[in-house]
């Protein structure tokens, strides 16, 4: 079983420009779910969507994030315009169900390194 | 607001030692409570889920426990070995917790041989 996909892997910008971030599910899955984690600490949740729809956004920071899910599929993640503070791994996960419903783990990519100068 | 801790210092034991991690939760009830591994430059594993109801879980070298009076979890690994060497992330959960699934920052456990 193929696992969650994430690009770039690493990615460094100046401050106040834009970047990207791709994450492809595991097939299957319901919810995926974008996390930050700043080094030393532990994994921040930024949104969490199930199918396409947008379950919790409450921490994203939206004057700057945003992210969407096509078709319940692939989701992408953007900040515009970046600040030094965003440097951060930015974390995919999915599961088959909801996190809050206790059914079952959450499987991560390996994440994409970002570096904002 | 709910807060998660673990301890930010890393636990060094030697081999064969068993490892016991800690997890403390205020301000909220969770339903379970997740671990997760994680090595450097890489995303977390999933370890093990323990429910609220459950006070104890096993799988081969690893215990977790769920103290819902203490609002503690603890996390036990026997006959530690250099390869479990890593960060140790809990992750309470439920719908007490808004439906997600909120981080520790983790403790790093290092095995020397």
């Known amino acids: 079983e193929a696992g969650v996909a994430q690009s770039p892997r690493y990615k460094i910008i100046e401050k106040r420009q834009s970047v990207a971030f791709w994450c492809n599910p595991i097939?299957?899955?319901?919810?995926l779910y974008w996390y930050q984690q700043i080094l030393g600490q532990g994994p921040k949740l930024l949104i969490q969507f199930q199918n396409n729809g947008v379950v919790d956004d409450s921490q994203l920071p939206k004057d700057r994030f945003s992210a969407e899910r096509l078709k319940g599929v692939d989701s992408t993640l953007k900040i515009q315009p970046a600040k030094l503070e965003d440097s951060a791994v930015y974390l995919c996960?999915?599961?088959?169900?909801?996190?809050?419903?206790?059914?079952?783990?959450?499987?991560f990519g390996e994440g994409s390194r970002l570096t904002v100068l | 607001s709910q807060k998660i801790e673990q301890n930010s210092e890393a636990l060094n034991i030697q081999e064969g030692k068993t490892a016991t991690l800690t997890c403390n939760y205020t301000n909220y009830s969770p339903a379970y409570l997740q671990w997760y591994r994680q090595d450097p430059g890489r995303g977390p594993v999933f370890l093990l889920l323990?429910?609220?109801?459950?006070k104890e879980k096993r799988k081969e070298r690893l215990k977790v426990t769920f103290d819902t009076t203490l609002k503690q979890s603890l996390f036990h690994i026997t006959a530690s070995q250099p390869a479990d060497s890593a960060t140790y992330l809990c992750a309470p959960g439920g719908a007490d917790a808004g439906n997600m699934l909120t981080f520790g920052g983790g403790t790093r456990l290092m095995v020397k041989p």
């Open positions: 323990i429910r609220e109801n459950e």
């Open positions: 097939s299957g899955h319901a919810t």
């Open positions: 996960a999915s599961s088959w169900g909801l996190a809050g419903d206790g059914t079952g783990e959450l499987f």
